[in-house]
Each structure stands twice: as structure tokens, then as C-alpha cells.
């Protein structure tokens, strides 16, 4: 059980400072977790503006190069001039194109932003391809563009408008130099001085070239993919995130990563917890006013926009967090030791002052029970006397209990009247600080008297009384015996009756108190007949049996002040207390009588015998002048052998 209770309490002891350590330390952690991730999101808020930003600037930028270009006088000249040259100048207007195609093949060449320039008549037919090298592609089929979307939208917009391609649609690739790489396709009307439609000029946009700029913007941040979506769900990017890594351009990102699409589809902006990263995107439409720069209206296919520009960054884990600061990890593995091992210790020294306390307790039980039970009465008292403790033998002796006795009654009225002096002077040694003790009677609660005896000492403290502390010893007993002893010492072990020493001590009373108030004092002297006869006859114990129903027949005739001994085997002495001779004499006569007309049962085993008595008797009166009983008592015995001598069964006074 102990073993048990060790181990209950060893658990405890580890599990309640492991519980109370997290419960302190973890809102902390959070706190620091939830810092980081709030650093997170602005960190994401910052890669998104900038992604932002970048786009904008890249796209205005391409933009209104694309415008430039569509503006350009010899551009514009020479449409204008297509329709005259028929007419007038075929020379002048192919010398013309010679030039424009070589400075547009320069510009096109050394501006990575476009792939390829391509000049279209107002009929849709190509007038002139830049670089003329850059005529592959899946796009690339022949020289009529009148069916195309990039020509049939730009051919009825204003000036300035822009058409673009939604990038993904149809999946446009140009090989560009030795890669193949997406490209959108930009395109713009081209006027003349006087305002009238020349034709289409198409711009093919390297988006290769746009979204690796818009990437390492945005990868300021190693661990930070860029996300950009059209609203069908497909990758804008030429390049997938892990763990897509082998998504490309077109590709159908809201089937590849349903979470992201779904986290991003359902708001335009905001933030969100995909796959343990941090997502924060926000809608981008190059339609809109934010991204016109010199040009008009931008316009394009409603359903490829808006694109979702993202950030994902990947969430600070419990794990990252610690083996980012080791210290902290340092630290908590030294504050749950430090707190394991306290609870341990607790655990081993709680068990300790357990059994230390138990063993106090059993120790102070085992004191109270020798006060409370000791075979003698414990009190204390205070200054006034009064009782403030008392064990429970003391109480049993007085037969009250302890609520009515301590703190209401003072001990001194507990104590008979006749010994309470006895007890008061002894109060006052104590309380003087000097031993004291007593021999008192106790008033019992049923009227009966105790006699005890109580030894008592001062309990100071800081010099000053405090109570007293009395052992109280029962007397009673002793007394008892004594008084027993007393009585067997007077008394005649047979009969009951008393003694003969007992005789001659009451009769110096009885004969000095008749001497002092001048009263007769008389003695008899008795002798059973032939007592030898009936122990010859019925045995010894019918003798003894005779002797003790004799001394009853006479003590029944005797009145309570007279005095019956045994002054002998068969021989017995009455003293007669303020008696005369005469009275004596009668006295004796009523006993003689009285024997001799009383029978006696002698009960043997198998019969009941009744035998006769008869006894002789001396008289004489006790003289006031003598000094003991021994001159009486030989007066008396005098009387008695007379009458034995006159045959017995007769009283014989003799005066003296
Ligand atoms: N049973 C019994 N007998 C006792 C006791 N004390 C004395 N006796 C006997 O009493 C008898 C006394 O005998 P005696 O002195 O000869 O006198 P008696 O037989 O009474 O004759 P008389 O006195 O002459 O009439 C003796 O036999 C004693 O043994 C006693 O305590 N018990």
C-alpha cells in the first residue's frame, strides 16, 4: 500500500509539473508561434506587393512599348503609303519596307520583351514580319491573319486600345532562339496622320521573359513560391512550385492543386493555410484603369480574367520554431527537469514527513491514551481554581463527563466541605510554585465519597502561572483495606463477633467515659457446657458451626451499645455500658434462658440433628477506680466457675 501510494504520488509528482511548466510555457510559445506567423503573413502581404508591382510595371512597360511601336510615323507612313504605292511608286514603297523591316527586326531583336513583331493590312494580310528569321510556331500559318482574334479585335478598336490574348488560350508557343517558350500575343490598330485605319500591328509578348522577372522579384524570400492563376484555374507561370514542380504554362492548376484553387477561387483576396503554407493572394486584372499607361482601353476574353497573384510561404512549425532557437529548447528541457526533479523530491520527502507524521500521531495517541486511562486522575487547574483539563479517569471517578466539568466547575466543588482546607492550602503552595498535595474526599456525581490523595505541581511560562498539573491518586481502595484490616484485627474470624484485644481497647474507652460521666459499666462472662461433648460428638466443624449460632442467639438479645467478644474457644465477654450489676444480671439471665429454650441445628451430611445448649454466666460490675478490665474479667470468671461448680446452666454474680 505505501509502495502504491509512492508510486501514485512519483507520477503525480512528475505529471502535475510537466502539466503546470506547459501550461506556463506553451500561451508563451503560442505567443511566439503566433508572432511569427504574423511576421509571416506580413512578410507575404510585402512578396505580394511587390509581385504586385513588378507585374504592373512589366506589363505598362510592355505595354506601351507595344503603343510606341504602333505609333511610330515610319510604321504609319508606310501603311499609308501601301495604298499610293500601288498607284504611284512600287519602288519607293518596297525601298520603303527594306528599311522598316530591318530597323523593326533591330528593334525586336534586342528587346527580350517581345518574340516578334507582325504588321497586318487593314484586309488581315501580313505586311511584314519582325524578325524575319522567327516564322515557326503553332500560330505561324502563312501571311493571313483575318480570321485570327488578335487581328479581328484590334481591327475595330480605337486608337490606342490594346487587344490581348489571354495568355494559355490555344497554348501559344514561339521558339525563341533555341527554347520554346509561351508568348501572348498584344495587338493594336495602327491610324494615319488623318485618322484613317492603316491596319493591325501584332506584338508577340514573351511571357517567359514576364514572369521570370515577376519570380525573382517575388523570390526574395528562398522558401517563397509564386503562384499566378487566370480565373479557369490555369498556370500562368513557365515554371510549377514544389511540390508541382513539372506544372508549366497552361497547365490545369485547379486540378493539380484543388486546395490552393479552392482556398483562392472563393475570395478575391486574402489569406489561407494550404498543405502547412501560408497563402496570400490577391486578384489581378490588366484590364482595369490601374494598368493603362499611354494606352486606352485594354480589352481581352472575359472568362481567362481576373488572374490570382500568390505568395506561399511554408508555416513555422513547433519543430522549426525550437531548432530555429535552441536556446529555447535548451531552455524548456531545463525547466521541465528542474520542475520533474522538484516534483520527485517532493514526492520522496512528502512520503518521509508523512511517515514522520504518522509516527507522531501514533506516538501523541499513545500519550493521550495514558492520560486519558492511566490508572490515576490527571487534572489542570487554572489561577482561579478552575478545572481547564481532566482526563477521563478522573471524570469516570466523579461520573461527569468532561463537557460539564472543564471550563465550568472549579475543583474545590468537587471536594467535600470537610477536606476542602486541606485542599486550598495545597492550591496555594502550587501556585506559589512549591509542591503540594492533598488528602481529599471527592463528591461523586451519585453522592459517594472518594478519598484520594492529589500531588500537584506549577506549569510556568515566561515566569508566569500558567495552570496546575495534579496526578490524583484513588484512596478509596486502600482505605477500604485498611478499615477491612482494621476490623479482621478486632474481630473473631468465626463467629464475627470481636476480640478479646479489641475488648480491652473499647472497654479503657467505655470505662473512662463512665468514669467521666459517673455511669455503671457492667461485664459477663460466658462459657458454653460441655462444648467438648459436642466436637467429641458431631466433629470440629459442628463446633464451629454451634459457636457462630450461639453468638447470634446473644447478640440478638444485646443492644447495639453492648459489646459481645470471643474472649476464648467457648468462652465469651459482654461488656455492658452504662449498666448496673443488677441490670447485668438480668441480662445474663435472658441469655442463659434464652440458650438453654433455643435449639440448634447441627446439619451433618446425611442428618439434621437440633442440640440443646446450655451456658454458665458470671457477672460483675466494672469499678471506675480500676485502672484495666483484667480485675473485672477475673471477677467474672470467678462468678462463671461457680456456676460451673453449682452444676451449671446458671448465672453467678459476683460483686466483687
Ligand atoms: N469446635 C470448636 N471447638 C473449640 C473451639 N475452641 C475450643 N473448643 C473446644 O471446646 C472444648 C472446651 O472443653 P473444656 O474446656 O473441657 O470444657 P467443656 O467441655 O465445655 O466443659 P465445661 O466447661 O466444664 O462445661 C475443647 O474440647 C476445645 O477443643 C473452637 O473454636 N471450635
Keep these: 500500500m505505501p509502495l502504491r501510494r509512492l508510486l501514485t504520488r512519483l507520477l503525480l509528482a512528475i505529471c502535475i509539473p510537466l502539466i503546470l511548466v506547459s501550461t506556463t510555457l506553451l500561451p508563451v510559445l503560442h505567443v511566439h508561434m503566433e508572432s511569427r506567423l504574423d511576421s509571416l503573413r506580413a512578410e507575404a502581404k510585402i512578396l505580394l506587393n511587390v509581385g504586385q508591382e513588378t507585374l504592373t510595371r512589366d506589363i505598362n512597360e510592355s505595354l506601351t512599348y507595344a503603343l510606341a511601336i504602333a505609333e511610330m510615323p515610319e510604321l504609319r507612313r508606310y501603311l499609308a503609303s501601301q495604298d499610293r ?9 518596297l525601298s520603303d519596307l527594306s528599311q522598316l523591316s530591318t530597323f523593326l527586326n533591330t528593334l525586336i531583336s534586342h528587346n527580350p520583351r517581345y518574340t516578334k513583331l507582325v504588321l497586318i493590312d487593314n484586309q488581315g494580310s501580313e505586311v511584314l514580319r519582325a524578325p524575319k528569321s522567327n516564322e515557326t510556331g503553332p500560330r505561324v500559318n502563312g501571311t493571313h491573319h483575318a480570321y485570327t482574334d488578335y487581328f479581328q479585335e484590334a481591327a475595330s478598336l480605337l486608337p490606342r486600345d490594346l487587344y490581348i490574348s489571354p495568355p494559355g488560350r490555344n497554348l501559344q508557343f514561339e521558339l525563341f532562339g533555341n527554347e520554346v517558350i509561351p508568348v501572348v500575343n498584344v495587338s493594336t490598330p495602327i491610324f494615319d496622320a488623318t485618322g484613317a485605319r492603316r491596319g493591325v500591328v501584332l506584338l508577340s509578348l514573351n511571357w517567359s521573359y514576364l514572369t521570370s522577372a515577376l519570380r525573382q522579384a517575388m523570390l526574395l524570400e528562398q522558401s517563397a ?33 484543388p486546395d490552393y484553387w479552392q482556398a483562392m477561387q472563393q475570395r478575391n483576396a486574402g489569406h489561407a493555410t494550404v498543405d502547412n503554407h501560408l497563402l496570400r493572394f490577391q486578384t489581378e486584372d490588366i484590364r482595369t484603369q490601374r494598368y493603362r499607361s499611354l494606352s486606352g482601353s485594354i480589352f481581352s476574353e472575359n472568362a481567362y480574367y481576373p488572374w490570382k497573384l500568390g505568395v506561399s510561404l511554408p508555416r513555422p512549425t513547433w519543430r522549426s520554431l525550437i531548432e530555429e532557437e535552441t536556446t529555447v529548447l535548451w531552455f524548456l528541457l531545463l525547466t521541465y527537469g528542474v520542475a520533474v526533479a522538484f516534483g520527485i523530491f517532493w514526492a520522496f520527502s512528502s512520503q518521509r514527513q508523512r511517515e514522520l507524521r504518522q509516527a507522531a500521531q501514533r506516538h501523541a495517541h499513545e500519550v493521550s491514551d495514558l492520560y486519558e486511562n492511566a490508572p490515576c486522575g490527571y487534572h489542570s487547574l487554572d489561577t482561579t481554581g478552575r478545572v481547564i483539563k481532566m482526563n477521563r479517569t478522573e471524570l469516570t471517578w466523579l461520573g461527569y463527563s468532561d463537557e460539564e466539568v472543564i471550563g465550568h466547575v472549579t475543583y474545590r466543588e468537587l471536594i467535600t466541605p470537610e477536606t476542602r482546607d486541606h485542599f486550598d492550602k495545597a492550591f496555594e503552595n502550587v501556585k506559589n510554585n512549591q509542591p503540594g498535595s492533598a488528602e481529599c474526599s471527592l463528591l461523586t456525581r451519585n453522592g459517594e465519597q472518594r478519598h484520594v490523595m492529589i500531588k500537584a505541581s506549577a506549569f510556568y511560562r515566561d515566569g508566569q502561572f500558567v495552570h496546575t498539573r495534579a496526578t490524583v491518586f484513588d484512596l478509596t481502595e486502600r482505605k477500604q483495606l485498611e478499615e477491612k484490616l482494621r476490623a479482621q484485627a478486632m474481630t473473631d474470624p468465626l463467629t464475627g463477633v470481636f476480640n478479646r ?28 457446657d460441655h462444648f467438648k461433648h459436642i466436637n467429641d460428638e458431631y466433629g470440629h466443624d459442628v463446633g464451629d458451626d454451634v459457636l457462630t449460632s450461639f453468638t447470634k442467639i446473644v447478640a440478638d438479645l444485646l443492644r447495639q451499645e453492648d459489646l459481645l467478644c470471643r474472649v476464648g474457644g467457648e468462652e465469651f465477654a459482654i461488656l455492658l455500658p452504662n449498666t448496673s450489676l443488677s441490670h447485668a444480671e438480668q441480662v445474663a439471665e435472658r441469655i442463659r434462658s434464652t440458650v438453654a429454650a433455643t435449639p440448634i441445628n447441627a446439619s451433618e451430611e446425611r442428618s439434621e440433628k437440633m442440640l440443646w445448649l446450655t451456658v454458665s454466666l458470671g457477672v460483675t460490675a466494672i469499678l471506675t477506680n480500676e485502672k484495666g478490665l483484667k480485675p473485672a474479667l477475673k471477677r467474672a470468671d470467678i462468678g462463671l466457675y461457680q456456676a460451673k461448680e453449682n452444676g451449671r446452666n446458671q448465672v453467678v454474680v459476683n460483686a466483687g
Design 85 to 93: 504605292a500601288a498607284l504611284i511608286d512600287q519602288h519607293n514603297s
Design 225 to 257: 513560391n509564386t503562384l499566378l492563376i487566370d480565373a479557369q484555374g490555369r498556370w500562368l507561370l513557365d515554371e510549377g512550385i514544389p511540390p508541382l514542380n513539372t506544372t508549366s504554362f497552361g497547365s490545369d492548376f485547379a486540378t493539380l492543386a
Design 501 to 528: 484485644r479489641y475488648l480491652q481497647t473499647q472497654a479503657t474507652t467505655e470505662m473512662s467515659r463512665a468514669r467521666r460521666e459517673n455511669n455503671p459499666i457492667a461485664l459477663i462472662a460466658i462459657d458454653i
